[in-house]
């Protein structure tokens, strides 16, 4: 589960990490109030997007008119087909110099990994090809927890002025990496102020799923927050992979690996799916159910059909197909392509509801999207 910037910083505020003043709120009117309880200029973003300032979401705001007018531009709005429904208002921060520091698990060690660098701000993966003796990796020892005078030493030539505080700051971050089963928790930048404080100008926290009955107030967070939209929820209670997504061409896959295929041939034709989607219950039954979850879909133009049978069978498959079709007034064209244990079987079933079946991906996507764009004939 990966926390929004401002819970995350709640948390490490909570453990002596100093983080910028400031709060979200999801109107302007509890806008305003964060405001005049920060006075001065303030940061504007968005809630829970990356990357904000050079998308140009991000903004300073002098006084409470420059507030409101970004802040209402941004409430509402889409950003990578996310809606913002909350805006993040803290005190600006004067900087002076930034660090990068972060806690991960190195999987090929087994073992935390304490990453520090003198540049932050920036992403760290760019920095790690173009100057990678600006970064520090420090494997920790969960028996022994923080060893103080490994990381003095990792430091050297790091120019920095409040050591104690720096460190002090990395014994704290790992409280939290331990005390919320993290698997990765993360401050870029590490702000050094002009009056020398350390502040944590944003905030990263990943917990890791499969620990969250332990803190159940993520856990909670977590079932609010899962799905999107109604089609995720449905889909996803029923134990399935589905994402929506902005096109009109839906997708009914058996398999991630054929589902993400299928995605990537119908963008290189041309195409726009409507959604991502690898089916748990591959049969007859499952494949009914999918056909009436993703056809209550809007602007649906076409759906894509890519199924493998290995010990599932074809003819089962196409018979939930067929029975579909058959009880349904099915308002958009279908394309499926289906191969594997009885598929002349299952070629044969399609036949009588009227489908054919396409042996070769490709000409399947590519007659879908014609069909997407320009309808049957």
Known sequence: MKLLEHEAKDIFRQHGIRTPKGAAAENIENITKIYQGIGGEVAIKPAGIKGREKKGIMAFAKNKDELVDFSAKLLGSNIEGEKIKEVLVEEKIDIEKEFYMAITIDYAIRRPVLIIST??????????????EKIKRIPIDM????????IKENMKGFDIKNQEEFLETITNLYRVFRKYDAETAEINPLAVTSEGRLVAVDAL???????LFRHPELEMLDKERKY????????????WSYIDMDGNIGIICSGAGLSMATLDLIQIYGGKPTNFLDMAQVDGDGIYKAFEILTTKDNLSVIMVNLFAGLNRCDSMAEGIKNFVTKNQVKVPIVVRMVGNREEEGAKVLKEAGLDNFSELEEAVRAAVTVSRNGFG
């Open 205 to 211: 926290l990943i917990v890791n799923d499969d620990s």
């Open 119 to 132: 540049e932050g701000g920036v992403d760290i993966e760019e920095t790690a090809k173009a100057s990678p």
């Open 143 to 150: 028996t022994r927890g923080i060893n103080k005078e490994e």
């Open 228 to 239: 999107r939209t109604e089609h995720e929820k449905i889909m996803g209670e029923m134990g």
